[in-house]
């Protein structure tokens, strides 16, 4: 059977009408992603909105009345618009009146901050803002274009003269990108868009409507591969309570309280129970279980909670419709000199409209002042072409008055006029008319010459208008990174079987050693010399012999291990201390010389450096007389743990024993405060408050007048409202100058704070309510300079005291002694002086008791000459009834004062 021939060229011509599979997915996939990353999911970067945000406002605008509608309508309307169905444009709408800035809403539409949804549309209704109208809508410098439908026209991009896009934030995913763009302060936003048109670069960081506090150092401006670190806010009610009363961004209350169950869960944190109380403010209790410190919970709360959360955001904006990733500074920039552009089109706009109404206001006032519609050639004129040409011909000699060509629209307008109103034509109204349209003009041609100043002062407007309750709601800080390991709970026991050489948390038939927490290192020694660091594990084999096991710290200088060893090689004994601050995990480290058979034999670890003295035994030998020695460890310097150590002895040792336990041969530690991040430290950062060892304790005072005194533990907070911390010493005195809230009196007193409690919180003021901290030092001879209006006629004077000799010493409950009898305008500390023996002034004889005292005394010695001669008490002066003397020794003028009716005064 034979084979058919193949026909080639009509196989080569179907093959050139087909269309590969590959071109075909590549291009509709390319397709595809356009119009997701132009039409759905990134803003554009002029009005900062996505498609349905844009179409929704458009939308709102048309049914715009001045009421509320609802929101079910709003979402019907706007389907004309945008083809991908309710659900979305209600979510959308949702979203955009949560942000309270473009919607002004009714009823319930949820709550950002707890994650409650909103109400279903037909219930919940909305409007657009007074601000929305002001900022986002002007149809004559809005470009148009047809809906998908083509029945109806939708803008492309709405005008906003405000930067949008960074005030609401916006966040999507489309194909091959996303953008995430955080939102800004409304203020911080109009105040950079004005250093723009000043020609200044802005540096700007987020703000969340959430409030908490943030970390912005790591923003890079918005861009790809920065970090925002957001924390909630912890309030330390007491002892045994903390409350949240701010979330993170990007959190809901249900969400972060979700968390901080799964944390106790797991054993990360220990609390007893949790409430919610958010209503209108969040506020989320948090009960310690007992034992448990407060302030290695709340950094607990950050590290394995949603009380801090990371946010990366990706910049990435619409601009010449392509997708572009922009800074945010770059992106203020640039919708700043768009809200220049729009506001010069609507000078332009502004300025045309008024030429226009002078042109044919002029034209209507020649047409009637030189009788033109009374003239033969025009009453008798047949058709509208007859008309144009005589009109022309009229008009003529004035062609040269008007800015354009007269149209045969302007004479058809002209025409029009009906005759009544030519007839009662005013000339003088129209020409004072035409004058607030000349100086008008003369106004917007200023602003167009003027044009960055008129953008400076639209802004500032904006910002007067509508800046009210738009402060900053996120603390701006500086974070110090919380090492997990710190912080875990110790949920974990762990045991060791010295003898077969395993530890682990699973060996609860074994020696107990501590609790510790599962991210813990543990450190090991054993009698051959040898240590290694390992973590936390079920079971896990270490080596035989195991001498000691602990937490390992790493960086720890202050613990310090004493350790005696015998050389396997020639049998000499060395004492050696040392650190172990860094190694490698499961890694063994040799501590003796490395020589086979060589052993532990005498071993202690010292958590703060203690030296003891122990005793050795040596085996009996011929060439030697004494047998036993004592060796004391705080004579050995702390070296590495590679050093050899020292040569105790080449003979062998029978055994070493305790002889006696030693103290500490560290210094104290020192202590930093960091008032950036509010935290201890030993890296030298901020203010050093001294060496601390022992019983040592902080002393901090609050501006509200409560003192607290502190453990220098490094996990400590502080409050916010701290004013004061040094190192605590039990006879530093300190002045205070506070306001009675009751009596409204400034008082001045001196003391020594009390030696209480750790964590107990005493109040150094009156707590009346208003009373108020004005002032401490605690320098030997604090000045202050103290502004006084003086006598009825309220002379201003300014006076400078030396508060260590105004008052004694005295308890630190006492409420002191009046600083002025004086009207007191200010109190300024101006110099603070700490040797007691420099006396910058000269010490008045008589203390401020007596001066006061004094006073008192004349003022009853003057009243009671008033009552005595029935002159009213401003005429006194005049009487001639006898007056009590009272005699004064006034060693310092400068302390008193004699008015001009002769009455002695304080300073």
């Not at 799964?262 to 948090?286: C, F, L, P, Y």
């Not at 004479?411 to 029009?416: A, E, F």
């Not at 004005?774 to 202050?784: K, M, R, Y």
Request: proline residues 4%.
């Amino acid at each position: 059977m034979s084979e058919e021939p193949v026909n080639n060229h009509n196989n080569d011509e179907k093959l050139h009408n087909v269309t590969s599979i590959n071109g075909l997915y590549e291009n509709w996939f390319l397709d595809y992603a356009s119009y997701v990353i132009l039409d759905r999911a990134v803003p554009h970067i002029n009005d900062g909105l996505k498609p349905v945000q844009r179409r929704i406002l458009h939308s709102l605008k048309e049914l715009d009345d001045g009421r509320f509608n609802k929101a079910a309508n709003v979402i019907g309307n706007t389907m004309k618009y945008h083809p991908h169905g309710d659900a979305s444009i209600g979510d959308a709408m949702v979203q955009i009146g949560q942000k309270n800035l473009l919607i002004d809403t009714q009823g319930n539409w949820g709550d950002p901050m707890t994650g409650d949804s909103a109400a279903a549309p037909r219930y919940i209704e909305a409007r657009l803002s007074k601000f929305a109208l002001d900022v986002v809508f002007n149809p004559d410098t809005t470009d148009w274009q047809l809906s998908y439908d083509g029945r109806n026209r939708e803008p492309i991009t709405l005008p906003v003269k405000f930067p949008l896009l960074l005030a609401q934030g916006a966040e999507g995913i489309a194909v091959g990108l996303a953008t995430k763009i955080l939102p800004h302060n409304f203020i911080e936003l109009i105040d950079a868009s004005i250093e723009v048109l000043k020609g200044n670069r802005p540096d700007l960081v987020p703000d969340f409507p959430t409030g908490g506090m943030a970390d912005c150092s790591n923003y890079n401006e918005g861009q790809r591969g920065g970090k925002v670190r957001v924390r909630a806010r912890i309030i330390e009610k007491d002892k045994k309570t903390l409350a949240i009363t701010e979330v993170p961004f990007t959190t809901t209350t249900g969400s972060l309280i979700d968390s901080i169950i799964s944390a106790n869960d797991k054993g990360k944190i220990k609390i007893r129970k949790i409430e919610d109380n958010t209503a209108q403010n969040v506020e989320i209790i948090v009960h310690l279980a007992p034992g448990i410190s407060p302030d290695v919970t709340i950094d607990a709360l950050y590290a394995f909670t949603d009380c801090e959360v990371s946010i990366s955001p990706n910049t990435c904006v619409i601009k010449g419709d392509k997708p572009h990733f922009m800074s945010v500074n770059d992106i203020l920039t640039e919708n700043t000199q768009h809200t220049k552009s729009l506001l010069k089109q609507e000078l332009e706009i502004r300025l045309a409209e008024l030429k226009e109404k002078i042109f044919f206001s002029s034209l209507l006032k020649i047409f009637i002042q030189e009788g033109m519609y009374k003239h033969p050639e025009y009453e008798n004129s047949g058709n509208f072409e007859v008309v144009i040409k005589v009109l022309d011909k009229l008009f003529e000699p004035f062609f040269p008055k008007f800015y354009r060509t007269i149209l045969p629209e302007d004479y058809k307008k002209l025409i029009d006029k009906p005759m009544s109103s030519i007839t009662r034509f005013d000339v003088k109204k129209a020409d004072e008319q035409m004058k607030t349209l000349e100086d008008e003009i003369k106004e917007v041609n200023h602003h167009l010459k003027h044009l960055t100043d008129y953008a400076i002062a639209w802004f500032q407007k904006i910002r007067d208008k509508y800046g009210k309750d738009r402060g900053r709601k996120t603390e701006l800080r500086t974070f110090e990174k919380v090492e997990a390991a710190q912080v875990a709970l110790a949920n974990v026991k762990l045991y060791v079987n010295r003898t077969d050489g395993f530890i682990g948390s699973g060996l609860r038939k074994d020696e107990f050693v501590c609790d510790c927490s599962d991210l813990d290192e543990i450190i090991v020694f054993r009698e051959d010399g040898r240590c290694l660091v390992t973590k936390v594990q079920d079971k896990v084999f270490v080596g035989k012999d195991i001498l000691h096991v602990g937490v390992f710290k790493k960086g720890d200088e202050r613990t310090v291990y004493n350790m005696i060893y015998k050389d396997g090689g020639s049998g000499a004994s060395y004492i050696k201390r040392f650190n172990v601050i860094g190694v490698t995990r499961d890694k063994e480290y040799d501590l003796t010389k490395g020589t086979k058979g060589s052993k532990v034999l005498y071993f202690t670890a010292n958590p703060n450096g203690e030296a003891e003295v122990v005793s050795i035994a040596l085996k009996p030998h011929s060439k030697l007389r004494k047998l036993q020695m004592d060796l004391d460890f705080a004579e050995i310097a702390i070296k590495g743990r590679g050093s050899m150590g020292n040569t105790v002895t080449k003979y062998p040792v029978k055994k070493v024993t305790l002889k006696s336990k030693g103290v500490s041969t560290l210094a104290g530690r020192k202590i930093w405060f960091d008032d950036i991040l509010k935290r201890l430290n030993v890296d030298g950062r901020g203010k050093y408050l001294g060496e601390f060892d022992g019983p040592d304790k902080i002393l901090t005072v609050l501006s509200n007048g409560i003192f607290e005194l502190t453990s220098f533990d490094l996990t400590n907070h502080f409050d916010d409202k701290m004013i004061l911390i040094e190192k605590y010493d039990p006879e530093k005195v300190y002045s205070v100058i506070h306001l009675d809230g009751k009596s409204k009196n400034y008082y001045i007193k001196r003391f020594v704070f009390e030696d209480t409690a750790v964590g107990r919180q005493t109040s150094i003021i009156n707590e009346e309510p208003g009373s108020k901290l004005v002032l401490i030092s605690g320098a030997a001879q604090p000045i202050v300079q103290v502004d006084l209006l003086k006598g009825k006629t309220l002379t201003p004077e300014t006076i400078e005291i030396n508060l260590a000799d105004a008052i004694d010493v005295k308890g630190m409950k006492a409420q002191g002694n009046r600083l002025s009898p004086h009207e007191i305008k200010s109190i300024e500390l101006m110099a603070e002086h700490d040797d007691p023996e420099d006396v910058p002034d000269p010490v008045p004889e008589e203390s401020l008791e007596e001066i006061v005292e004094a006073e008192k005394l004349d003022e009853e010695a003057e009243k009671e000459v008033v009552e005595k001669t029935d002159i009213p008490k401003n005429d006194a002066s005049k009487s001639d009834a006898p007056k009590k003397e009272i005699k004064l020794e006034i060693t310092n003028p400068e302390d008193v004062d004699i008015d001009d009716k002769g009455q002695l005064g304080l300073f």
